[in-house]
């Protein structure tokens, strides 16, 4: 690599790219095991991986925008709208009422199913709100002593990742929401201490 023919070693080259990363994607290297840390081809593929765009990934980013330091309230509505046209352009969906109402709503549905249930619906081809009736309909008349209520009971609308109409790409699997308890790629678990500095320090080498 370009790091390794310049001289530097491995680690040195970890401790470079973690300054020049942002503070979620350097607590996003502290979820690797304490033995990847320092490699930087596991850094990359995880690095790569953490920025592929779906249509997952970019519903999350627009129920998940929060305004930011600095954000006013146009501000902040422009960079709504700027992930919400990216969500939009990501799933195809036309621009146009009708079809912009039903993926609204097929989607909002979606939230509010199990996950087992929303893949069986959106396999059987349930992308508009016509189908996703019939075919939901259909399930559970094969299953006349399971309500809708009954399993949907208890589930929120933030409970899943993996909900989302066909348009999402039906390939649509669950995604894990990480937790990022540290900030730098450091050896394994410290004080909980460590959760309250931000940033942290570079790390060693051991």
Not at 20 to 26: D, F, G, Y
Not at 93 to 106: K, P, Q, S
Not at 154 to 177: C, I, N, Q
Request: aromatic content about 6%; glycine content about 4%; some cysteine.
């Amino acid at each position: 690599s370009h790091t390794t023919a310049m001289g530097f070693t491995e680690v040195e080259a970890v401790v470079m790219l973690y300054n020049l990363l942002t503070p979620k994607e350097c607590r996003l290297i502290d979820t690797l095991p304490a033995a990847d840390r320092f490699k930087l081809p596991e850094i990359k593929l995880l690095l790569l991986d953490a920025h592929k765009v779906t249509p997952a990934k970019l519903r999350a980013n627009y129920y998940d925008l929060k305004p930011e330091e600095g954000d006013n309230m146009s501000r902040y509505l422009r960079r709504l709208e700027q992930v919400f046209d990216a969500w939009l352009k990501g799933c195809n969906v036309e621009a146009n009422y009708e079809t912009l109402r039903d993926f609204l709503l097929v989607d909002r549905a979606y939230s509010s199913l199990p996950p087992f249930l929303a893949t069986q619906l959106r396999d059987r081809g349930g992308n508009t709100v016509a189908l996703l009736g019939e075919q939901g309909d259909s399930f559970l008349q094969a299953r006349p002593h399971t309500s809708l209520h009954q399993l949907c009971k208890g589930r929120t609308l933030t409970s899943t990742v993996d909900a989302g109409p066909p348009a999402l790409k039906a390939s649509l699997a669950p995604e894990r929401r990480t937790t990022f308890p540290v900030r730098t790629p450091s050896t394994p678990a410290r004080s909980s201490d460590s959760s309250n500095n931000s940033r942290g320090t570079p790390p060693r080498a051991s």
